[in-house]
């Protein structure tokens, strides 16, 4: 064999490797992170063809470690090819490549994202047979990712306005029950020493708390998670559909 159909054998079987195994990850940095205990059972949940069952376990991996770009990769993977949602893959590889902006896998992990992104628009339309359509397909992809951006913004937007009608709430409630509330919206004597409740001490305001949406979850797996009930956690976020929750999205939990 010439030398460079040696060369060639080895790089398909290269690629031979990397389709089957999906991806493999090359940082040796994520040492520290494989140990993590969720991520072994992981792991070993992945050997054992129990899938359902790994993401659990590498989602509970990125609770405990949300830096955890070795669940995110494992994550990326099984949605890949495993258990197929383009968008969960695309959603776990990029937090991958953000963790690890370094790491030596990063053609392949951008290819598998640009086969995932096809994938997605398959959905709803053909796939590309042309130079015009491609570039069409990436104008719309764009217009998306806009789309979603100006979403996040006005999520955020409701999120401040909720947090400050609670705080309105709140307030106003402390003044019924005689309470002193300054201009400010805290609590004090106002200037009036004769008002009943003047100086008692008050428990501060509670800090608004969020938390990110991680792919597969619904409300009721995050209520259990921060033992409170669903109705509540509906009630505080008004503007949010329950049933189109997705991997990213920021939610309030309701006050402790």
């Known amino acids: 064999m010439s030398f460079f159909?040696?060369?060639?054998?080895?790089?398909?079987?290269?690629?031979?490797?990397?389709?089957?195994?999906?991806?493999?990850?090359?940082?040796?940095?994520?040492?520290?992170?494989?140990?993590?205990?969720?991520?072994?059972?992981?792991?070993?949940?992945?050997?054992?063809?129990?899938?359902?069952?790994?993401?659990?376990?590498?989602?509970?991996?990125?609770?405990?470690?949300?830096?955890?770009?070795?669940?995110?990769?494992?994550?990326?993977?099984?949605?890949?090819?495993?258990?197929?949602?383009?968008?969960?893959?695309?959603?776990?590889?990029?937090?991958?490549?953000?963790?690890?902006?370094?790491?030596?896998?990063?053609?392949?992990?951008?290819?598998?994202?640009?086969?995932?992104?096809?994938?997605?628009?398959?959905?709803?339309m053909p796939l590309p047979s042309s130079p015009a359509a491609q570039k069409q397909l990436d104008s719309l992809m764009q217009q998306k990712v806009q789309l979603q951006q100006e979403v996040d913004r006005l999520t955020d937007q409701i999120r401040q306005w909720n947090a400050y009608y609670a705080a309105q709430q709140l307030a106003a409630a402390r003044a019924q029950a005689g309470t002193p509330v300054n201009p400010a919206g805290q609590p004090g004597d106002g200037g009036n020493a004769g008002t009943p409740g003047a100086g008692r001490p008050v428990a501060p305001v509670a800090p608004l708390r969020t938390y990110k949406v991680l792919p597969g979850e619904t409300y009721a797996k995050i209520a259990r998670k921060y033992n409170c009930s669903q109705a509540s956690l509906e009630a505080s976020n008004p503007g949010v559909n329950p049933r189109k929750l997705r991997a990213g999205q920021v939610l309030n939990l309701p006050p402790q």
């Open 5 to 124: 159909g040696k060369i060639g054998l080895v790089a398909g079987l290269a690629a031979v490797l990397v389709t089957a195994n999906g991806c493999l990850p090359s940082d040796s940095a994520q040492m520290d992170e494989e140990k993590e205990p969720h991520y072994v059972l992981g792991k070993s949940r992945v050997n054992a063809q129990d899938y359902t069952a790994a993401i659990e376990a590498f989602q509970e991996a990125l609770e405990a470690n949300p830096r955890s770009g070795a669940a995110h990769f494992q994550l990326a993977c099984i949605y890949d090819s495993k258990q197929p949602d383009p968008a969960a893959a695309i959603y776990h590889f990029q937090e991958y490549l953000r963790l690890n902006p370094q790491a030596g896998n990063i053609d392949v992990i951008r290819q598998r994202i640009y086969t995932c992104k096809q994938a997605l628009a398959a959905d709803t």
